[in-house]
Nanobody, 118 residues
Framework: QVQLVESGGGLVQAGGSLRLSCAAS????????MGWFRQAPGKDRESVAT????????YFPDSVKGRFSISRDNAKNTVYLQMNSLKPEDTAVYYC???????????WGQGTQVTVSS
């Protein structure tokens, strides 16, 4: 049974930082591209970070580029999202997800709330 469990969310003031973690189990973690997504109330879910299986390549949308970073530790089956210079518009539920080679995101975590106060 595949499980992705996010942690590290919370309430932070604008300009602050948070580090999210996503611990994976039940899958061969190193074979999956990992992504972080977020969804704010009334808005569509959006991708905020992607990291390839070996961790060499990362992708970010313009909305978070330069502020967010993603990393992974394949030995610990964990992916991280470091969020700096947070803005109120970053407020959302953040999810991690796993994608096999050539596939979509098959597995999703339950999400962790991030709230940025102004």
């Amino acid at each position: 049974q595949v499980q992705l469990v996010e942690s590290g969310g919370g309430l932070v003031q604008a300009g602050g930082s948070l580090r999210l973690s996503c611990a994976a189990s039940g899958l061969t973690f190193s074979r999956y591209t990992m992504g972080w997504f977020r969804q704010a109330p009334g808005k569509d879910r959006e991708s905020v970070a992607t990291i390839t299986r070996g961790g060499r390549t990362t992708y970010f949308p313009d909305s978070v580029k330069g502020r967010f970073s993603i990393s992974r530790d394949n030995a610990k089956n964990t992916v991280y999202l470091q969020m700096n210079s947070l803005k109120p518009e970053d407020t959302a539920v953040y999810y991690c997800a796993a994608s096999p080679v050539g596939g979509g995101y098959d597995y999703w975590g339950q999400g962790t709330q991030v709230t940025v106060s102004s």
